[in-house]
Each structure stands twice: as C-alpha cells, then as structure tokens.
C-alpha cells in the first residue's frame, strides 16, 4: 500500500509559470553599484532561488551569489563589469524555469549616487548585548568608511565621535539606550550618503506581571474566561507576555501556554474543575522576567 502526501494533494503544480523581473530592467547599464533585485511574487511558490553571475551563465568566470528567499526584494553591491542575474520560484514538488537579465556596472570614482548596504546588526534590532559588531558591504571606489552612531535618532546628539574605518566592520560597546547607526563611503573627491540602521540596547529585564482578573477564587458557571494582567513601566525593547493556565498549583499539566502581546487573552475551559494561571514577560532583546503570582479560579 503506497500514500500520497498531503503536499503532493493540495500544492499548486508551478511548472509553467513564469518569474516576471520587476528592476533592474533587462541590459540595463549603470554607474550605481547597489540594487534592489526584485520581482513579482508567483501563486503556489513557497521560495525563490536569486543566483548572480558574471560575466554570464553561458560562460561564468565566478558565482557572485546563490541564494533562497521567502521574499520577492534583495539588495546587493556589484562592482564594475558585466553580470546576469536569475530567478526561478519553487515549492515542495514543482519549480519553475529561471528568468534571466543582464546588466553592467560601469565605472566612476563618484560615490555621490552611491549607496553603502549594511550587513549587521540588522534594522530596528534589539539586544541584551553590550559588545556590538557593525558591518557592511565594501563599495570598490571608497578609499575609506565614515562610521557615526547617534541617539536617540539621527537628529540627535553623536554617542561617540566619528570613526574613519578602512574596512568594512567595526567593534564598539554600548549601553543601554536607543541608538542610530550610519555608514558613509568616501573617497578623496566624494562621499555617498549615509545609510543607516536603529538598534536596542536593553539589559534589563521585564518587571514581574501583576493580575488583574479573574481574581483569585473566583468561581465561572460559564465557560469562556476572560484574562487581564498589567505590566510595570517599560523604557527598553518591545514586551510580550507568555500565559500559562494549569489543572494543579505546580503547573505540570498546563491546559494552555500562550504567547501574546496583549495583556488580555480569553480561553475556553473544557472540563470543570480547579484551574491556575500566571504570566511572565519576556522582551524582543532576549530579556526575560520572573513569574507574576499564581492565581487560582473554578469552573463549575
């Protein structure tokens, strides 16, 4: 007896559809060395494949950049010469066939139209770390990197004074705080633009929950139970809460354990009895609080 994967059922078969290329239009020829590569999305695909080669595939001297993303936009800095790039979209049981465009970079020592592509920390990130790593994209005409890190945005006062980097990373320890990070490349006649990034510095843990309702034995003749919990003041990363509902005080036959960002969650209790609940918060920087006070309701 053979069986058929769910999959093999109900996904779209995509064989003969095609990726339709949005920019860079085909034989496009530039001085501008970032782009934005980006097509239209295909019904039925789960992933796309991105490859850029140089000159072309038909006769490729080296592999540029092979990779699968979810999305329909990747940015990337080329330097001067010729390129194709490719793009296929594919789920778990079909693939289409590649679209192909070509463009060509041309060289300038100009910067001003350029722009510096940032790699790490990534935007509007948070952490719990003071030590932080800051990198980029070399661009193949800049003589050198002007690193400025500001708070609590880019209108706001320098955090430390500019650094000219030769390469394309840099170390620096922070503290807790909001922070904007830019990068600009230069060279002995111009300077690009300054792209930049926002980080979260929060080392400090979420403070414990306090609940609100149901209040503490409480008895339900009607099902549906509605939970509320404060939190205390929050001035680091965004907090969400995990809600836990048990059948015994030492919370080892858990009815449900929620993830949420409200500090209200309504549940469905399925069996009379004596239920617990507590909550604990947990921030986007990786910071995690300790339990509220346990509660104790009934259903009857």
């Known amino acids: 007896m053979s069986f058929i994967a769910c999959e093999d059922i109900f996904e779209k078969n995509i064989e003969d559809e095609t990726v339709v290329m949005v920019s860079p239009q085909d034989n496009y020829q530039t001085e501008s060395v970032t782009h934005t590569f980006w097509w239209e999305e295909v019904d039925g695909a ?22 699968n993303l979810t999305k329909t936009k990747f940015q990337q800095t080329l330097s001067p010469g010729d390129f194709q790039w490719r793009v296929k979209a594919y789920n778990g049981s079909s693939e289409t066939e590649y679209t192909t465009y070509s463009i060509r970079i041309d060289s300038t020592a100009d910067l001003s139209s350029q722009q510096v592509v940032l790699i790490s920390p990534s935007n509007n990130s948070a952490s719990n770390i003071y030590e932080q790593t800051f990198s980029w994209y070399e661009i193949y005409n800049a003589s050198d990197y002007r690193f400025e890190i500001r708070t609590p945005d880019w209108e706001g006062e320098l955090a430390f004074n500019p650094e000219i980097i030769e390469g394309n990373t840099l170390n620096m320890s922070l503290s807790d705080g909001f922070y904007i990070w830019g990068v600009q ?116």
């Open 46 to 67: 789960l992933k796309y494949n991105l490859q850029i080669a140089s000159p072309s595939f038909d006769n490729v001297q080296y592999l540029l950049l092979d990779t």
């Open 185 to 300: 490349a230069q060279n002995s006649i111009s300077a690009s633009g300054f792209t930049t990034r926002s980080i979260i510095i929060d080392t400090e843990a979420p403070t414990q929950p306090t609940l609100i309702t149901p209040a503490y034995n409480t008895t339900f003749s009607d099902s549906l139970i509605a939970f509320e919990w404060e939190r205390g003041v929050n001035s680091g990363s965004s907090i969400k809460d995990s809600l836990y509902i048990a059948s015994d005080s030492l919370f080892n036959n858990i009815k449900i354990a929620v993830y949420i960002s409200d500090t209200t969650y309504s549940w469905t209790a399925t069996q009379t009895g004596t239920y617990y609940w507590k909550v604990r918060s947990f921030d986007l920087a990786g910071n995690i609080g300790i339990y509220s006070e346990k509660s104790m309701f009934k259903y009857e």
